[in-house]
């Protein structure tokens, strides 16, 4: 870890009904130098604990026997300097999944995703980026065709096209600069005029109707060939 990532520890709040996933996450994520889990909560003393934590990022369990995790990410992003929010689930196939993205969730990932991914996923939310399970982002696409988005995204130019890409990959304004030499400020207009020819609200929908449309897929095989 570089002199940069050390400067600011990531402060994660970690919500679930079951007792056992809160320590395994908090073990987890404990490990790392730059991670802190400042509180775990169960669905009913959620709120409350963001409120009072302020973290970076809170990993939201989706459902709740106590409370809904769709009603605790409601009512977390609209708090004042709300933080990032990704919701977790045990099922590759939730309904409550494109739900939770379009009120505002930076993404989703399985309960089960490996320890070592972990930490990594919680550096990309806490930068801006987008986090879409692969497992769980392949049962969403599977249920929602993308002709209509394929066409969406031939509006886009090919600068566009690119940094829509890097988006979809979980990169931040940044990151995504650093990748093809361009200015944060320009990367920035360009994700701007995305979501615009899109008619998406933000990074997570824009992500997954890329990943629709199938642009992922031509990038590796450009790559592979």
Do not use: C, W
Request: no cysteine; net charge negative.
């Amino acid at each position: 870890m570089d002199e940069s990532e050390a400067e600011h520890v990531i402060r994660v709040v970690v919500v679930d009904d079951e007792a056992l996933v809160r320590s395994g996450f908090s073990l987890i994520l404990g490990a790392a130098d730059d991670i802190e889990v400042v509180a775990t909560a169960s669905g009913g003393d959620a709120v409350e604990t963001v409120r009072r934590e302020s973290p970076d990022v809170v990993l939201l369990d989706i459902r709740m026997p106590d409370v809904d995790g769709l009603t605790v990410l409601r009512q977390v992003r609209m708090m004042p300097d709300a933080p990032v929010v990704a919701m977790l689930t045990t099922f590759d196939t939730d309904e409550y999944v494109l739900t939770a993205l379009h009120s505002g969730a930076a993404g989703f990932l399985l309960k089960d995703t490996e320890p070592d991914q972990l930490a990594h996923l919680v550096r990309t939310l806490a930068a801006g980026g987008v986090v879409l399970s692969p497992k769980a982002s392949r049962a969403l696409l599977h249920n929602n065709p993308g002709t209509e988005d394929a066409a969406r995204v031939r509006l886009l130019t090919p600068r566009e096209r690119d940094v829509l890409v890097l988006v979809a990959e979980g990169l931040s304004n940044a990151d995504i600069g650093a990748r093809i030499h361009l200015g944060a400020g320009t990367v920035k207009d360009h994700v701007s005029a995305i979501l615009t020819k899109l008619r998406v609200t933000g990074r997570v929908q824009a992500a997954l109707l890329a990943q629709r449309a199938g642009l992922l897929d031509e990038r590796k095989q450009s790559q592979a060939g």
